[in-house]
Structure formats: C-alpha cells, structure tokens
C-alpha cells in the first residue's frame, strides 16, 4: 500500500494490485479509472487475484489484517470488511469463492492463465509447503472472526458483525501525524 506514500497527500489516485499471472484487456484502465467514480475498492478474478482501491477506501475500511501471513482468507476477511464498512462503493466480484456484492458491468481481466482450476503451485514448492503449514492457522484466524466459512458470503453480509474484534495494525500508516 505504499502507492499511495501517504494519506493526507497521496502521491495518485488509485493504487491497483494484481497476482502476476493476469492478462489485462487493452482498455481496462480506463474502465477502472471510470468505475473508481462510483466504487472505492473494486475486486475482480478469484480471491485477491485483482483489486484496486482509492484513498477514501483506505481511510474508511483500513488494510489487509496483518495476522493473515500466508495464502487463505484474507481476501475473504478484507472484502467482507469492505461491504460492512463501505458497502455503497464496494465492488466485490469474487465469483469464484461466491463473493459478489455491487458487480461490475464489464470484465475486466482475462484469466486464461489464472484459471481457478489450475493449480497455481506445485507439490514440493517452496510456496506449498508455506500454504500447507500455514493454512490451518488462516482458518483459525478467519473463523475466530466470521460466523460462516471462508468460501461462503453470510446472508447479508452487509450485516455481519465481527465475533472477535482484534486490532487490524498497521498504525504506521493508517495513524500518520
């Protein structure tokens, strides 16, 4: 989150994130830039595959929960975040996971090489070997905090209270002088 240097004088207006396996259409930057008129985070692709997110949405909702350290859901946590603190200008189009509130009218990625029934690594990695040992923990973190399962959005989610409210972090940024 440092694309945006600072709160009170962010150096852009958008700061986008991506996994580094996504295609972009040619002119969804524009559509984007367009849509962050109505929507202050906007998700789209499986998981945290793309997001992207103004100021506004930063100072009303906060930043990913620092105890999620590894693959699993944080991505479930922050969009469910998103639609209790910001829902008029959420964008969450997870269909994947069943994750949807306030969907794009457009695609914007295509996700041949991000396809969510390919694996995306492989036994012995490095990185599965990191999921494995800390996905049990993400679970525990998610279903301290969250009445249903990762993979499913409560019914009205925009109603959802938190069960376990812990300290998100990241003072530093969020607290600046």
């Not at 709160?7 to 994130?17: E, G």
């Not at 209790?84 to 969450?92: W, Y």
């Amino acid at each position: 989150m440092d694309g945006f240097r600072s709160l009170k004088n962010p150096d852009c207006d958008i700061v986008v994130l991506c996994q580094n396996d996504l295609e972009f259409n040619p002119d969804v930057f524009d559509k984007i830039v367009e849509k962050h008129k109505e929507f202050d985070f906007i998700t789209y692709g499986a998981g945290d595959a793309y997001h992207s997110y103004t100021v506004d949405s930063v100072k009303k909702v906060g930043l990913w929960d620092e105890r999620f350290c590894a693959i699993g859901c944080h991505d479930g946590d922050y969009f469910i975040r998103n639609v209790i603190t910001n829902p008029e200008r959420s964008s969450i189009n997870d269909s994947h996971h069943g994750r949807v509130h306030k969907p794009l009218d457009f695609e914007i990625l295509d996700l041949v090489a991000c396809h969510p029934t390919k694996r995306r690594f492989k036994e012995g990695e490095e990185i599965a070997i990191e999921h494995s040992k800390w996905g049990r923990f993400m679970h525990k973190v998610y279903r301290s905090k969250w009445p249903d399962p990762a993979r499913n959005w409560p019914k009205n989610v925009e109603k959802t209270v938190m069960q376990n409210p812990q300290p998100i972090l990241y003072p530093y940024f969020e607290l600046e002088k």
